[in-house]
């Protein structure tokens, strides 16, 4: 059980940091190469994308903290 725990610990940290370049920062980041941060682009508008980005983001994160807590506990 732990091991399958660490392995999907890794797999949601790799995501996150994914997910988390894809945001449109001051410097419009790695979300300009795909038309996130521009409002131009083949999604029409960022909107509606950075609106899903964050909550994808929100959710990856909840997530690494619960298999986080529950790593320690059985640990």
Do not use: C, K
């Not at 059980?1 to 392995?7: A, N, V």
């Not at 964050?54 to 807590?69: D, K, L, P, Y």
Request: proline share 1%.
């Amino acid at each position: 059980m732990y091991t399958l725990l660490s392995i999907l610990q890794v797999f949601i940290a790799v995501v996150m940091v994914l997910l988390i370049l894809m945001h449109s920062g001051r410097d419009t980041g790695l979300s300009g190469a795909f038309g996130v941060g521009t409002g131009s682009g083949p999604f029409g508008g960022g909107s509606l994308v950075e609106r899903n980005l964050n909550r994808w983001t929100i959710a990856f994160a909840i997530a690494f903290v619960v298999n986080t807590v529950i790593l320690i506990r059985i640990g």
